[in-house]
């Protein structure tokens, strides 16, 4: 029986030209291809590829299938969307490798990183991630509301860019809200909210407003929010979109 494996790889923020080669490759070599649907579906077809798609709330279950598939002999490729050790399919490997089959954890894995979609949305701009900054998930899905809470508030006090990803959803409608409220209890009502779209792919759209005008309304589940520092700078510029952009220097 031949060694199986599983390579974790992230797919990038959408435009296929921001694959990065390795993850291509590895790709090529799969035989089985296991993620969320939207995200299996954005690997072209080839014969002998076993597609495996499933609805996004079941990853450890998806990532114990990826682990059996590989402990058979197969060579299986777990896709997420951007960066698959982000709020995504590598943590729920890891997951299920350390409560699984002792044997899971003699397993060739690997992770192919990609471009998650906070750097896709900020190159867009300029450079608002060009201080400290941090990232959270805004999802109550997998943790309490009162932690993620507290860990905005320690974020606003420390002065850091914020980047939310799982900003909204249908069945989320009302965090983004609170989260904006509670920005503008620590930062000025000046400071800059990128709303980033569907960064890279033909749907984009971006939106700069200020935290004062800033509306959860702006956002769906494809959008990434980032929430400007005391010292992050919006220059306008009569074409349209204005470059946003943190130094790296804090006066001291
Ligand atoms: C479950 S997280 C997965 C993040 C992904 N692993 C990454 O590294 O980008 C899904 C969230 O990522 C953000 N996201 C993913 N792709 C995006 C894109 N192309 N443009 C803007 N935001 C994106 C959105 O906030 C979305 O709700």
């Given at each position: 029986m031949s060694r199986g494996s599983v390579t974790v790889i992230g797919l990038g923020p959408g435009d296929p030209r921001l694959l990065t080669v390795a993850a291509s490759e590895a790709l090529?070599?799969?035989?089985?291809?296991?993620?969320?649907?939207?995200?299996?579906?954005?690997?072209?077809?080839?014969?002998?590829?076993?597609?495996?798609?499933?609805?996004?709330?079941?990853?450890?279950?998806?990532?114990?299938?990826?682990?059996?598939?590989?402990?058979?002999?197969?060579?299986?490729?777990?896709?997420?969307?951007?960066?698959?050790?982000?709020?995504?399919?590598?943590?729920?490997?890891?997951?299920?490798?350390?409560?699984?089959?002792?044997?899971?954890r003699d397993l060739d894995i690997v992770v192919e990183p990609g471009i998650t979609a906070m750097l896709a949305a900020a190159a867009r701009l300029g450079a608002p991630l060009g201080g400290d900054?941090?990232?959270?998930?805004?999802?109550?899905?997998?943790?309490?509301?009162?932690?993620?809470?507290?860990?905005?508030?320690?974020?606003?006090?420390a002065d850091f860019v914020v980047a939310l990803y799982n900003p909204i959803s249908s069945a989320r409608p009302w965090q983004l809200g609170r989260a904006l409220g509670l920005a503008a209890e620590f930062r000025a009502g000046t400071v800059p909210v990128i709303f980033a779209r569907a960064v890279s792919r033909p749907d984009e759209a971006i939106c700069v407003l200020t935290l004062d005008a800033a509306r959860e309304a702006t956002a769906d589940m494809a959008t990434i929010v980032i929430i400007g520092a005391s010292g992050t700078r919006m220059i306008e510029r009569a074409s349209g979109q204005p470059f946003v952009y943190t130094p790296r220097s804090v006066p001291r």
């Open positions: 090529a070599q799969a035989d089985d291809l296991i993620g969320y649907f939207p995200y299996v579906a954005r690997v072209p077809e080839r014969p002998g590829l076993v597609r495996h798609a499933t609805d996004n709330r079941v990853e450890v279950d998806r990532a114990r299938h990826a682990l059996e598939l590989a402990a058979s002999g197969r060579r299986v490729a777990v896709v997420s969307g951007g960066d698959p050790g982000v709020f995504a399919m590598a943590a729920a490997v890891f997951e299920a490798v350390e409560q699984g089959e002792l044997e899971w900054f941090c990232a959270l998930s805004l999802s109550d899905n997998l943790k309490p509301w009162d932690v993620i809470t507290a860990r905005l508030e320690a974020v606003f006090r």
